[in-house]
């Protein structure tokens, strides 16, 4: 049922309750104290509606990659509300129907997976699969194989011990101390390599692994955490040879494999999950954001049956099995959500159309990259892309982030949203990210690309 926009009293009550009441996400706000905040109403496909009525077209899938199938799904909701009277919650120490439909139809997406233990953020999501390391460090290794490496750029949640695996500087600063036992190796971004242009970059890359599981020796190594493309960190898809090596190294010291799918995952580039372009046989796998696209908060830790079957023991023993709960992992509305999600998905022949239209925007980027001499570098996969802006092409010298900041600041003006690296790095927030919904044509594309020519020409280093 839709429901009236808000007459111009009712706005301004909203507006001043979000002012004096809300505190809002990674933003500023003091503009807001002095100004107002934006209010969104209203979405249909890809388009939404702010408080006052003016029209967006969304390349940013809710700003943060997550309504995958677009605004303004009937069955969707419908399926949600259904559930929801038939049964709301129960704690998943029990089942419930959608969550264990979703289970069978996600694993039968993922070959070689096959349990699917169920949360409602992706932070939770990635905590879960450092919590499955350290208890088995301590079931079959005498506590030693503990240590988490991850990778600098990569981002995998906003709790204490999600940053503490996160290589983006800005975004867990002040938050220290973090969780001991996380080590950093270095990213994958040939455009920023010495070097990036030799064939053999990705296959380099990946040795560093091997470098840093060395030092700090095998045996006290438990897994390594990746996503399958950078996203946050500047939208880093892996060079030929990377994740092929990446599965040799873990498998020639017993590392667990973890990718986090968080923002990959249900279509964003093309396949199902991300890390299915690459070849490899992860241990650990987890999801949230456009599993449901945000219709309902859910999130997957999804694991292989061997690893599922450390946690299998004599049940009068209270210490072997995995002692975690997930409250609302009980929420039956999520996978409700989810399966509907994945219908669309599958009815609607959307991977296809992810693969067709991420052609299609990488050809405009390319475009936009031959005129103007600030665009340093295009990358992505799918409906998931990203512009690196420079000084200068031959230093590769970024822009000040300020300059990010009035690109995307001149798009919303013309009533398109995009995306940037934001709070992540003190001198590299400097590329701007579009991640459309997957049901985004050819039309679509041409006005981003046209919002992002036109701000380009009024940009001023």
Sequence with gaps: MNRPSPDMEQAREIISNDRDHVWHHIVQHQPIQQGEPMVIVKGRGLRVWDIHGREYLDAVSGGVWTVNVGYG??????????????????????GN??????????????????????SNSGSEANEKGFKLVRQLSALRHNGEKYKIIYRDRDYHGTTITSLSASGQIQRKAQYGPYTPGFVEFPDCLAYRAENGDDPDYGVQAARELER???????DTVGSVILEPITAGGGVIPPPAGYFETIQEICTKYGVLLHIDEVVCGMGRTG?????????????????????????????????TEDLFR????????????????STFGGCAGGPAAALENMRIIEQENLLENVSTMGDYLMDGLQMLKDKHEIVGDVRGKGLFAGAELVADRKTRAPVHESVGAAVVSDCLKQGVMIGRTNRSFPELNNTLCLSPALICTRGDIDEIVRALDAALDNVRL
């Excluded at 069955?75 to 998943?92: G, H, K, P, T, W």
């Excluded at 129907?97 to 699917?116: E, N």
């Excluded at 999950?273 to 997957?300: E, L, N, R, W």
């Excluded at 072997?320 to 709960?325: E, K, L, N, P």
């Design 212 to 218: 840093v599981i060395l030092e700090q020796g095998p």
């Design 310 to 325: 450390e946690f299998l023991a004599d049940p009068a023993d209270p210490m072997q099995y995995f002692r975690d709960i």
């Design 73 to 94: 799904r009937t069955s969707i909701a419908d399926a949600v509300r259904d559930q929801l009277e038939q049964m709301c919650y129960f704690s998943n120490s029990a």
């Design 97 to 118: 129907i959608p969550a264990a439909r979703l289970a069978d139809r996600l694993t039968g997406k993922m070959p070689g997976m096959s349990r699917v233990y169920f």
């Design 271 to 303: 396949k199902w999950f991300g890390y299915q372009h690459y070849g490899v046989k992860p241990d650990i796998v987890t999801m949230a954001k456009g599993v449901a696209s945000g219709y309902a908060a859910i999130s997957c830790t999804v694991t």
